[in-house]
Each structure stands twice: as C-alpha cells, then as structure tokens.
C-alpha cells in the first residue's frame, strides 16, 4: 500500500524549475508581503512590549506617560536600528533546520510570511485587551508551529528551541537575582544609613555610571557594526567607561539640583531620598528602551529578513544573510509607530499591576531588567523582554517584603503567558496553508 506521505515530501517532487519560477514571479509580492507583515509585527511589539521598558517608570510617576513615549521613540529606535542585528540571526536560522528546507524554499517563504501575520494578529488581541503578553514567545511558538505541522516535526530544531524555552526560566530568575541584589544595596547604602538624602547623592552616581556602562557595552560589542565600526572587546571596554564616566557627570549634574523638603517625619524623609531616584530612573528608562529595543526587533524582522534572503538569492537558503538596514528600519519604525498609537494602554496598568513602585524600586528592578536583557542580546539570545521585567519586578518585591506583590496579578500574567504560544502557534498553522493554498 501507498503510504501517506508530509508536506514537505510532495513539495520535493516539484521541480527546481517551478520552485524557481514561483520565487521570480511572485518574488516581490513576497517581499511586499513580509515588509506589510513585519511591520505589522512591530506595531505589536510597541503596543504591548514597549510597557516593558516603560512601565516602571511610569508606575512610580518618575516620569509621566508623555514622557515616557517620547523617550521611548527616541531610545527604542536606536536600539533596533543600531544594536538589533545580533539576535535576528538566532530568530531566523536557529529554530528551522535550513538543510531540510533546501530543496523547498517557497514553504519557508510561506511559513515566515504567516508566522509574521499570526504574531501580530495575537498581539494586537493583547493590546487591545491589555494584556502584557510575550512577543518573543508570540514568534517563535508562530514559527514552530507551521514548521511543526505544515512540514514536518524534522523542520524543527527542537534542541534550539528547548534552549529558548530555557531562557524563558532563567532570564527571570536572573534578572529578579540581580533587582533582589540592587535594591538591597540601595537600602543598605542609602535608606539605612543617618542622613539618607545626603547619601544619596553619593551613591546614585555610582548607579548612574552602571547604566551608561552596561548599554555602551552592547552598543559597541555588537551593535556599531551596521555602520562599519568594529571595535575589539579591550576598545570597547574602555570607550564604555568613558561613556560611562560623561553620563554619570551629565547625571550629577541633575542629582545636585534636586533639593530636600524639610524633613517632619518619616514620609516626607523617604520622598527626599525618592527625588533623587527619579533623575536615576530617567537614565534607567532610557537604557531599558534601548536594551528592548535590540533585542525585541529580531521579533519582527528576522522572518523579513529570511524571506528577502530567500527570494534574492533566487531560493538558496544561506547559512547566513547580512541584515539590510532597509529592514531594521522597518522594525524600528513599527515599534514607534505601535508605541504611539496604542502603547498608552499596557504602559499605564504594568506599572503598577505587581507591587507598588517607586523611584528606587522602579530603579532597581529597571537596570535589573536591562542588565539581562543586553547581555542576551550580546549573545544571540531572544528571551523575552516581558518576564525579564516581571521577575525583575518580582525580585524587588521579595527584597521589599513578600506581602508587597500582588499575587492574583502575577498569577493572571503567568496564565496569558501559557496561552501566548498556543494562540502564535494555532493562527500560524491557518495562515501557513491559506498561503500554501494560493501560491503552493
């Protein structure tokens, strides 16, 4: 008897020409298509990732909404379009084994194209819906989901995939490590010492170089190297510090302008020592939109980047393809765009859904958050952005006392989370053979 046999098997007895054939044909339609689909994708990504980077700041009104979006635009950008091409690798070749695919280039044309579509049509559910959602596992489980299903479990290189999966755990774990460590510290440096405000001022600064310390690290490590700088790891260092040391002076300067109300009690104690953080929170907003802005971008531009790939070198799929700055523009000016237009509405409930935030917990949780965040994006790693932050957040609330999280919250994000890759996967799957239908 015959046996049944996978998409991926009837699609090898198409001929090369005909494969060829389609990719000339309809090559631009495709590249129309993923430019469409991935800025869609990254309207997602600011509409319901960019709280991520903000809400903190927003919660412990450091900074007001307003303010937040135009940091953001600015920060978010730059971070795409400088720092976003290290991840977009890991994206595009890690979870598809491209030899399987050799001989049927046009089936990952059409699973890119629909895991593009499907991640931002559950994003756009979530925003509307105001929940903060994963766009990391919004992709990804998209992309294993019609590779799965609509060519065949071999498609997919579940040990990448289980590495992914794995991040999903420790990023949170690490960065709630890290946000546990620094607020102790501000509470030991600062809060339990005779004059708190006074050594504040000492002490922020400190803060203040870390943060200019860690982005610069990311941005000349990896991120230059789209317009032509490469640095080795001893220059970067160095060119870091001194980056570090203009911003710490930058932010003195700030810090020395803040003056303390007269101190009548506890409360009013406590918000001197808050006024300075906010100047520091400011610095962390503006490192934090960076760090999700490189590593979230890959979200949305790395399946443009595999479908330009394939439809200009005529269905050779390389081991390799340099990411065209044409692409990271798109991935950079979809998250504005997505951010602007409806990035108000998650921004404004994640701030303050965990634990009551303020300055100097919004400040450690933040950099925290940052910290994590970079060094994967230094390392090709796409974690997600929204449990950084969470277990950031939830580290802070542990340092502060157990009593201070919201436990109902945390629960309800931890359920949207489980349904995250499940939706990708499922709208993926759809789209993936209405393509099929059409072109295949």
């Known amino acids: 008897d015959a046996l049944p046999i996978s998409g991926l098997e009837f699609a090898r007895f198409s001929s090369d020409g005909g494969v060829m054939e389609l990719l000339a044909e309809y090559g631009h339609v495709f590249i129309a298509l993923a430019c469409v689909f991935g800025l869609f994708m990254a309207w997602g990504i600011g509409a319901n990732d960019v709280a991520n980077a903000m809400g903190t700041s927003v919660g412990s009104k450091a900074i007001t909404i307003k303010q937040a979006v135009l940091i953001a635009i600015v ?80 498609a997919v290189a579940w040990g990448k995939v289980g590495t992914i999966a794995a991040s999903w755990v420790v990023s949170p774990m690490l960065a709630g490590s890290i946000a546990f460590v620094l607020y102790k510290s501000v509470q030991h440096w600062i809060h339990d010492t005779a004059n708190p405000f006074e050594q504040s001022k000492k002490v922020v600064p400190i803060y203040i170089f870390l943060v200019g310390f860690v982005i610069s690290m990311v941005t000349l490590v990896k991120g230059l190297k789209h317009i032509g700088l490469n640095l080795d790891f001893q220059q970067s260092v160095w060119l870091s510090i001194i980056s570090g040391i203009i911003i710490t002076i930058i932010g003195i300067f700030f810090v020395n302008r803040v003056n303390a109300d007269p101190e009548t009690n506890d409360e009013v104690h406590l918000a001197n020592v808050e006024k300075v953080f906010i100047v520091l929170m400011i610095f962390t907003a503006c490192a934090m939109a960076f760090a999700h802005g490189s590593n979230d971008v890959a979200n949305a531009i790395g399946p443009v980047a595999a479908i330009y790939s394939v439809v200009s070198h005529g269905g050779e799929i390389a081991a390799k393809a340099a990411v065209p700055v044409w692409i990271l523009l798109i991935g950079g000016v979809g998250i504005i765009v997505g951010l602007v237009t409806y990035g108000h509405k998650v921004i404004a409930t994640v701030g303050t859904g965990i634990t009551v935030l303020t300055p100097s917990r919004g400040f450690a949780a933040t950099l925290a958050a940052a910290t994590t965040v970079v060094v994967a994006s230094g390392t090709g790693l796409p974690i997600s952005t929204t449990h950084t932050l969470v277990g950031a957040i939830l580290g802070v609330g542990l340092a502060v006392g157990r009593e201070s999280l919201n436990y109902r919250q945390v629960g309800a994000i931890f359920m949207s989370w489980l349904v995250t890759l499940p939706a990708g996967a499922a709208l993926s799957i759809l789209f993936f053979f209405i393509f099929k239908a059409i072109w295949g």
Not at 89 to 114: H, Q, Y
């Open 75 to 154: 920060f978010e950008f730059a971070g795409a379009f400088l720092a976003g091409g290290e991840v977009t690798a890991t994206i595009r070749k890690g979870i598809i084994d491209p030899s399987i695919l050799a001989d049927t280039p046009e089936l990952l044309v059409f699973g890119m194209l629909a895991s593009l579509l499907a991640a931002g049509t559950w994003l756009m559910i979530a925003s509307i819906r105001g929940w903060p959602v994963s766009t990391t596992h919004s992709i990804v489980g998209a992309i294993v989901g019609f590779a799965a299903v609509g060519i065949g479990s071999e």
